[in-house]
């Protein structure tokens, strides 16, 4: 499992005789990034719009929710 997620460099390692040492090359904003543009690429065709609607469907988000996401959405492009 470990040398899958070297190969994918999520983590490194330093050699120390016939041991290794295993640290974290990217950190966890970073994964989220990565995890949600896979998510949105592989299964909403690189759409957003079309995976807030999947999730507004399925988990039933009221207007309430909507609302404050959209502040939230305004808030980060300030």
Known sequence: MVRILE?????????????????????????????????VDNYFSGSFESMVSFFVKEKDISVDELEKIMKELKKSKS
């Open 7 to 39: 190969k994918k460099k999520i983590v490194g390692h330093k050699t120390y005789g016939r041991t290794h040492q295993y640290f974290p090359l990217i950190f966890k904003g970073g994964y989220t990034k990565q995890s949600t543009r896979t998510l």
